[in-house]
């Protein structure tokens, strides 16, 4: 099935620990995005992608990197786990042209 | 910065109630504008989108959204809700700075409906 694979889809960690959630799409689209969903806060911009091997900061890009090493994968990593990261993250793409985002099933992450 | 705002955080209504969930955006040229619903324990899928043409934008599900430029608004409606409709509504506006476009969500609101 076409779409995005995040995985874990849940996770509890001890802070200070690094963490990796892993995003792949199959829609080969050029453009990734991680999202963190806060409740009363709606979603952030972690960080984008606009094609293979470029990325950029979104607006809350503080404790996590990126790499885009290909098309389909997308990863984010916490180096170093702190307790305000814990969140549900969401990865999604786009075709860049429309402006609608594919969204993952989300990764539920608790950091204590 | 570009904004969007949700005023209702959270509604409740009985089914067959009329819908009608708020949302200003910030931006004053041209706008790319979206409403995501996300059910219980799912992600977020596209309801509707308006990029240009007639402002009543109509989406899945019997909603629809209508642009309103000098209001800077892009309400979303539905004359009857159904239990099925609880969900969480976010409001977004594509907006392209630094050197790239991206999504600007509103807070949210969650709909609560009651049979």
């Known amino acids: 099935i076409a779409g995005i694979t995040q995985a874990p889809t849940s996770q509890i960690l001890a802070a200070g620990r690094r963490m990796t959630l892993r995003c792949t799409q199959d829609?080969?689209?050029?453009?990734m995005y991680w999202y963190r969903q806060d409740l009363g806060l709606g979603l952030r911009l972690i960080h984008y992608?606009?094609?293979?091997?470029?990325?950029g900061k979104g607006e809350v890009p503080d404790g996590y990197s990126v790499s885009r090493a290909n098309t389909d994968d997308f990863p984010l990593t916490l180096a170093s786990a702190v307790p305000s990261q814990t969140s549900v993250y969401f990865c999604?793409?786009?075709?860049?042209?429309?402006?609608?985002?594919?969204f993952g099933e989300g990764s539920r992450l608790t950091v204590l | 910065a570009q904004s969007v705002s949700q005023h209702n955080h959270h509604v409740i209504l009985s089914e067959a109630a009329s819908l009608e969930l708020g949302c200003n955006y910030s931006?004053?040229?041209?706008?790319?504008l979206f409403w995501y619903v996300q059910y219980p324990g799912q992600h977020l899928q596209l309801l509707l989108k308006?990029?240009?043409?007639?402002?009543l934008v109509k989406g899945i599900k019997g909603f629809e959204a209508e642009f309103i430029k000098s209001k800077f608004s892009f309400n979303l409606r539905k004359p009857s809700v159904q239990w099925s409709d609880t969900a969480e509504y976010f409001c977004?506006?594509?907006?392209?700075?630094?050197?790239?476009?991206?999504?600007?969500f509103g807070a949210g609101t969650r709909l609560a409906v009651h049979p």
């Open positions: 999604a793409s786009s075709e860049g042209e429309t402006g609608e985002l594919f």
């Open positions: 829609m080969r689209h050029n453009a």
């Open positions: 992608s606009n094609t293979a091997g470029t990325t």
């Open positions: 931006y004053g040229g041209t706008v790319n």
């Open positions: 308006y990029f240009s043409g007639d402002p």
């Open positions: 977004a506006e594509e907006v392209f700075s630094g050197g790239y476009n991206k999504l600007i």
